[in-house]
């Protein structure tokens, strides 16, 4: 139950002001491990099923019928990467629109609208026969939270596990200004134009950090999130045995058959410490990292607020599975 933190650099290069074990930076796609928990636990309760169709949930929406697979959708595919979705992040339509928008006051974009930039557009495969990862698939499990329970998304996540599990430093991203957060910083040519610092002035952001909702939605910290994975991943994040229906996993790739995905967490079936669980996360100015290692009962994790030259993503033997090794080596060490 010990939790060791470290800091090092800048969390402003302009006024030097120091990293420290309490900044906080968004950390992106691991904030869909909380997407994932609430929607199992509202399984366990009987509020919904993972084998629901989605239309049960959204199909009197004006705009279903025209998204892709709309007819085979379920829930356990949203949750697993497997409906065969396309991702609204990597459209030319949402990088022209958030390149016109990102300057502008008020909120980016609704859920509604992050799922539009997709409509109309051809399946990459039918649902359940392939693995594709999409943040508008978690967008469309965040209405149907939503909808289950008639409150909101960030409401659901508060109450479940935020408060309950004592996350202090971990918020919702749904603002400007997010008190703590350390300066994000990201290459001058990315595909949205935005500025090359994430913050205006302290804990102000240039950019409505909302246009990620329920792919990510979430600022925390590196003590929060090592807190969070042994809660979860250890059983103990909510009641009744999650673990079974959490882990259910797919292949991401068949040449990779060591490599699979489960209800919002990155599997690695072997590995220097034996298997690993977990999430990584990569949003302009960000990259964060979140690992279990159940065989020897420690997690770790780590966020840095520069994205230029980290390459992201789930698999391959790049700077962020180098540095996630590193760590778990010297807390595994440390145990010893």
């Known amino acids: 139950g010990t939790v060791g933190t470290a800091a090092t650099g800048f969390s402003d290069l302009e006024t030097r002001e120091p990293m420290t074990s309490r900044s906080r930076m968004l950390m992106a796609s691991i904030g869909k491990s909380f997407v994932a928990a609430a929607v199992l636990g509202l399984s366990m309760e009987g509020t919904l099923s993972l084998r629901d169709p989605l239309a049960r949930w959204l199909g009197d929406r ?6 892709p697979n709309h007819a085979s959708l379920t829930l356990d595919h949203l949750l697993r990467h497997t409906g065969g979705l396309p991702d609204h992040v990597y459209s030319q339509a949402f990088a022209e629109a ?6 502008e006051p008020g909120p980016a974009f609704s859920p509604e609208t992050l799922v539009g930039f997709i409509l109309d557009d051809p399946p990459l495969f039918s649902a359940g026969e392939g ?16 909808q289950a329970t008639g409150r909101s998304l960030y409401d659901v996540i508060l109450k479940r596990f935020l408060v309950p599990l004592g996350l202090g430093l971990t918020t919702p991203s749904d603002r400007r200004v997010l008190p703590g957060l350390a300066a994000g910083y990201l290459p001058s040519d990315n595909p949205f134009g935005l500025p090359e610092k994430t913050t205006l002035a302290p804990g102000v952001m240039a950019w409505d950090p909302g246009v990620e ?45 060591e490599v699979r995905y489960g209800a919002g967490v990155a599997i690695y079936t072997h590995g220097p410490l034996g298997p690993v669980w977990g999430h990584a996360g990569q949003i302009p100015g960000y990259v964060s990292s979140m690992r279990y290692y159940p065989d020897a009962g420690i997690a770790v994790a780590f966020q840095i607020n520069g994205d230029g030259g980290i390459a992201g993503g789930e698999s391959g033997d790049d700077f962020l599975a180098k540095m996630e090794r590193a760590l778990a080596q010297i807390v595994a060490e440390g145990l010893r």
């Open 62 to 67: 004006p705009w279903f019928s025209r998204l």
């Open 98 to 103: 958030w390149r016109r928008r990102w300057a």
């Open 131 to 146: 693995w594709a990862y999409t943040d508008t698939g978690y967008v469309l499990l965040g209405l149907v939270v939503e």
């Open 213 to 257: 909702w329920a792919g990510g939605g979430l600022a925390g910290n590196p003590a929060d999130l090592v807190v969070w994975a042994r809660e979860l991943y250890e059983g103990r994040a909510m009641e009744g045995d999650y673990l079974p229906e959490l882990l259910r996993s797919v292949p991401v790739d068949p040449d990779n058959p």
